[in-house]
């Protein structure tokens, strides 16, 4: 199995595209799986635009219903129709996405080649939505004018690491396969090679937290306490602070406060308002809280694998 964990920045606008930035999307990749972190509009032309086949996707999460973080959806759905998916897809949102779907597929007399699951999201619990051998997905609670949620990937551990400075060239293919696997290596019923001697731990699982919309949350950083990288929506420079209150978002000192209380590894910061053109003073007073910040900018990949281990 690949080993990869990669974030692919679609979207990075609030409410409206600006500047040649387009409503919240993101890409991530985690070993076999391709994610789809809210689908703004305009999503299936960036991720052409990236080369990213859609058809890898399996799992579409919608942090809530508010038009510039899903109607990019219906056009991705009829593309991957048109191009005659047969692969399942499963959509995660809060109640309402699938009656919205559906009347679009009923009034355009449409029926999908493909099967979608609907998941539906809690905003007032973290639960597992999704877990397998390699990865979980929990629900980040979060505090906006409607049912928001964030999303948090996990990577599970991985196993044991071969000590590349320990290995002879007499080690058969099936001695380090035990190895590997933690045994050790008996012949003739007495121990020839010990598995601690020739590995290494598993390297660290690599942690995601995605945060759009939300006003600023102390519960929110408990949740992603110790997370590798956030991202937070940071719509209004601090100069805005009113404006962030009264729409139940954050500002740029917000976003920072919350990464040094989770004692996240990096921030990213996006949803900025159509209001900044030049988005480096929006950076800039992020940074005097949390240095490690960096502008969630369409085309960008985050190489989390290689940046963590």
């Known amino acids: 199995m ?4 990669s974030l692919t920045i679609l979207g990075s606008s609030g ?7 387009s409503p919240t999307c993101q890409y991530l990749a985690i070993r076999r799986h391709h994610f789809l972190i809210d689908c703004g509009e305009g999503a299936q032309v960036q991720l052409a635009n990236q080369g990213i086949n859609i058809h890898r996707i399996g799992h579409i999460f ?3 219903l508010h038009g510039d973080h899903y109607l990019g959806l219906m056009g991705l759905l009829f593309s991957m129709h048109l191009q005659r998916r047969e692969a399942t897809l499963h959509l995660y949102s809060h109640p309402g996405l699938d009656e919205i779907i559906l009347a679009q597929l009923r009034h355009s007399k449409s029926v999908l080649n493909f099967k979608i699951n609907f998941h539906v999201l809690h905003d007032r619990h973290q639960e597992v939505i999704f877990e397998d051998e390699w990865a979980t997905v929990s ?3 979060l505090s906006h004018k409607i049912p928001t949620t964030g999303f948090l990937f996990r990577e599970k551990p991985g196993s044991l690491r071969l ?3 320990k290995l002879t060239p007499d080690l058969t293919i099936q001695q380090l396969v035990t190895l590997r696997r933690g045994e050790d290596v008996v012949e003739e019923g007495r121990i020839v090679l010990r598995s601690k001697d020739y590995t290494l731990p598993p390297r660290a699982p690599i942690s995601y937290a995605f945060c759009s919309d939300t006003q600023p949350d102390d519960a929110v950083a408990s949740l992603v306490a110790g997370v590798d990288v956030l991202y937070h929506e940071a719509t209004f420079m601090n100069e805005d602070e009113d404006k962030a209150r009264e729409t139940r978002h954050s500002t740029t000192s917000d976003a920072a406060r919350i990464a040094l209380q989770a004692r996240a590894g990096q921030l990213i910061i996006g949803h900025f308002s159509a209001r900044y053109k030049d988005l480096e003073p929006v950076l800039e007073e992020a940074r005097k809280i949390f240095p490690n910040t960096s502008l969630a900018t369409e085309g960008t990949t985050f190489d989390l694998y290689n940046r963590w281990n």
């Open 139 to 141: 629900t980040i609670p």
């Open 62 to 64: 919608i942090s809530h």
């Open 2 to 5: 690949q080993n990869k964990f």
């Open 15 to 21: 409410a409206l595209p600006a500047y040649g930035r």
């Open 163 to 165: 000590d590349k400075a």
